[in-house]
């Protein structure tokens, strides 16, 4: 596979953790630690997916392709409703943000880079492009998420995007996660 073509498969694949890093950043409650965690978490799950869909290759790709969206949208949907759940009630601990939610945030975000490791990466003739271009996938991963933390620390500037980022944030994954089931 050409650079190109995997930059841009990386690049797709880090969307949704890039969706959901920005819903997060939003968060009052996120610090530092739990943005790295995230990140991390995001960067090692899309680049496991993707290696452990190219090693699987062929044996489940025709059982696996419908489940995965839908799978991630419910879960990233549930993530929603907790967040509008605590964008009502004023609290300061966010369950969004235990590390057990991290890592399920992880995992849903990353379910589609199966798919992509069952049909792009599944040619193992070479173990080490596979590694390079799983690795890719991750790092890819981790920037994004890393830019979306940026950006929002600029957009919790905004009076009303800080005030109702639980809500924001909510709607958004909702959405984002009623999209993929229905993808």
Do not use: W
């Amino acid at each position: 596979m050409d650079f190109y073509s995997l930059f841009v498969i990386a690049l797709a694949l880090s969307l949704d953790a890039f969706g959901v890093a920005l819903c997060i950043g939003l968060n009052k409650g996120s610090t530092g630690s739990i943005k790295t965690m995230v990140a991390a978490s995001f960067g090692f799950f899309q680049f496991l997916f993707s290696l452990v869909g190219a090693l699987a290759g062929f044996m489940f790709t025709t059982y696996i392709t419908s489940v995965p969206s839908i799978i991630g949208g419910a879960v990233i949907c549930i993530v929603g409703l907790m967040m509008l759940k605590e964008g009502r009630e004023e609290k300061e601990e966010c369950y969004v943000l235990k590390p057990a939610m991290i890592l399920v945030l992880g995992v849903s975000v990353s379910i589609d880079a199966l798919v992509v490791g069952f049909t792009a990466f599944n040619n193992i003739s070479s173990t080490g492009s596979i590694m390079f271009d799983t690795l890719f996938i991750g790092v890819v991963s981790l920037v994004m998420s890393f830019i979306a933390f940026y950006l929002s620390k600029h957009l919790n500037k905004i009076d009303i995007v800080s005030k109702y980022a639980d809500y924001i944030g909510g709607v958004i994954l909702l959405l984002f996660g009623i999209k993929m089931m229905l993808s």
